[in-house]
């Protein structure tokens, strides 16, 4: 169950930063009160998650597969521009956090 609030708190992350460049500099009201609750309810999310994930696991896994995701989102939706650099670093984040992951205790 934790790692599921983890992952919701991941995905609501993401949704709070589209909102946020959607809201184009806080001068759009709605996606900018979107983002403001998404992020709200990710910490939310978060916290929960961390009552039963070490800290370290818990925050590098919501921040490492947010970067991960978001980047993803910005090629797809806003064609940001991709290159085998980025791309090259990207799984350096996504490697580590897994890594992160496997080397801490079972359960945690």
Not at 1 to 19: D, H, K, N, S, Y
Not at 52 to 64: C, E, K, L, Q, R
Not at 92 to 98: E, R, S
Request: hydrophobic share 65%.
């Amino acid at each position: 169950m934790p790692w599921m609030l983890l992952f919701i708190a991941i995905i609501l992350e993401v949704f709070g930063t589209v909102l946020l460049k959607m809201a184009d500099g806080f001068t759009r009201w709605l996606p900018a009160t979107g983002a403001v609750a998404a992020y709200a309810l990710s910490l939310v999310f978060c916290a929960l998650a961390m009552r039963h994930i070490d800290v370290t696991v818990a925050y590098v896994v919501w921040a490492g597969v947010g970067t991960v995701a978001l980047a993803v989102v910005g090629v797809t939706l806003f064609h940001e521009h991709f290159s085998t650099a980025k791309a090259g670093l990207i799984l350096v984040i996504l490697a580590a956090t897994v890594g992160l992951v496997l080397a801490s205790p079972a359960g945690h």
